[in-house]
């Protein structure tokens, strides 16, 4: 009685060991901004990291774990990503890829320990781009106006994107030197951001 007593003290203490291990090896695999730049693809990576000697965590010069930001360095052109909780469980993961003729956005959902790409995502799903989102108009000469309103609202000139380390709000901004090109009266005080901001996960313009 004694013996099969002492196995079954044994059975459960080895058993609530299972259980710890498990639960330590979950907490351990959180995901978090690195995990999810790990599986990422290499096409959603800078040419010199992608076809780099280095590990890709060699060229990581900013990884904020609180805000889920990563970006990374080495290259001529910009790259960063960050992320969004949905209430879902899921993740909406962002990866901003500069390039010589201007930013790629490629975005992600993060679900069930997979990262999938949705080629279909747009910021601007709902959104209608006008010259006033880029420019202030009042310090305009009026001759122009007309002419940079088809231009800029006909998407001719390239945007440019800041994804948030801080906050969820994404910052954009219009190529002012192609503008400056086309209409050399204006002055660079006329330029401004357009903020798009997180609200009941859709992007709304402010």
């Known amino acids: 009685m004694k013996t099969t007593k002492k196995i079954f003290i044994m059975l459960a203490l080895f058993a609530m060991t299972v259980v710890g291990a498990t639960f330590c090896g979950n907490t351990q695999q959180e995901v978090n901004v690195k995990t999810l730049f790990d599986m990422l693809p290499y096409d959603a990576l800078p040419e010199h990291v992608a076809l780099g000697e280095l590990d890709r965590d060699e060229y990581i010069c900013e990884c904020d774990y609180e805000n889920g930001y990563l970006e990374l360095a080495g290259g001529h052109y910009e790259w960063q990503m960050c992320y969004w909780n949905l209430n879902d469980g899921r993740k909406l993961v962002a990866v901003n890829q500069g390039f010589e003729t201007g930013p790629r956005l490629l975005f992600f959902y993060y679900e069930e320990g997979e990262l999938r790409e949705d080629g279909d995502y747009s910021l601007w799903e709902d959104i209608t781009i006008n010259l006033e989102d880029f420019i ?71």
């Open 136 to 206: 202030d108009v009042s310090q305009l000469h009026p001759d122009i106006i007309d002419d940079l309103r088809e231009h800029v609202e006909s998407l001719k000139y390239i945007l440019y994107y800041q994804l948030p380390q801080e906050g969820t709000a994404i910052k954009v901004h219009i190529d002012y030197e192609e503008v400056i090109e086309d209409f050399e009266s204006i002055p660079y005080e006329a330029f401004k951001e357009l903020t798009l901001t997180w609200i009941d996960e859709k992007w709304v313009k402010q």
